[in-house]
């Protein structure tokens, strides 16, 4: 299901543990590396960059070549987040179904029809040109700061 209001996204973030970031990057200046890090030190996913160049891992947190490589060694994946060309991402979306991912999050400017029918139609929850970093922090209430509405009626912040 191509999940579409903020409520479905918020389910989906409050349901997720652990996340497999396709295309992370140890480069600390790309948005790959920054959502990666901001996620992981969140304490709240456990969090794995899935990169086949990536020998070293990112920050002491070994890397996985594939989502195969990945799902072999701890089973599927909550959600599967890519950083991927467009063009790359059918390749994602059939890897995610196929290691039994229960959602794709097509990151800003990732948008490709075949994948997102890839994935929709073997019942994953598809977000699609979000970032899942910026919809996180909607949730905890840390958007506030920037003046951007993040739907809370509380001052107070989420434990």
């Given amino acids: 299901m191509i999940l579409e209001t903020l409520a479905q996204r918020g389910a989906l973030l409050r349901r997720a543990r652990t996340i497999a970031v396709v295309g992370a990057s140890a480069n600390q200046s790309r948005p790959s590396y920054f959502v990666f890090s901001f ?3 969140g304490g709240r996913y456990e969090v794995t960059p899935i990169n086949p160049v990536l020998k070293d891992g990112i920050d002491g947190i070994a890397a996985f070549p594939s989502l195969e490589a990945y799902a ?3 089973g ?3 959600v599967v987040d890519v950083f991927r060309k467009p ?3 059918p390749g994602v979306a059939r890897s995610a179904v196929a290691v039994g991912a229960k959602a794709i999050w097509f990151q800003y ?4 029809d075949d994948a997102i029918r890839i994935a929709d139609e073997a019942g994953l929850d598809v977000v699609v040109d979000r970032c899942i970093k910026v919809e996180t922090a909607r949730f905890d209430g840390s958007l506030a700061l920037a003046g951007i509405n993040t739907g809370l009626i509380t001052a107070r912040r989420r434990s």
Avoid at 109 to 112: A, F, T
């Fill in 72 to 74: 072999a060694e701890r």
């Fill in 87 to 89: 063009d790359e991402a």
């Fill in 76 to 78: 599927a994946p909550d």
């Fill in 109 to 112: 400017g990732v948008i490709n």
């Fill in 39 to 41: 996620l992981r030190t």
